[in-house]
């Protein structure tokens, strides 16, 4: 499973959506994906959703957010 840690670019203040989007087009066609991040992003679920993926976030021992994304059967 690819990862992207996308919490330095939160903590800096900066907004990660590009890269986020950028990391998910270059996924092989049904490949599995986890994005690190400073919280819960309830949006990305939506946008995910709408690309074919359905998501499971779970929040980590230091207050991460490990979410986990997976095509859709």
Do not use: C, H
């Not at 949006?43 to 779970?58: C, D, T, V």
């Amino acid at each position: 499973m690819k990862e992207l840690d996308v919490r330095p670019i939160l903590e800096a203040g900066g907004e990660p959506f590009n890269d986020i989007m950028e990391f998910v087009d270059a996924l092989e066609p049904g490949e599995s994906f986890r994005i690190w991040a400073t919280f819960k992003p309830e949006p990305l679920f939506a946008i995910m959703a709408s690309k074919g993926y359905r998501g499971e976030a779970q929040e980590t021992e230091d207050g991460s957010w490990a979410v986990d994304f997976a095509p859709e059967d």
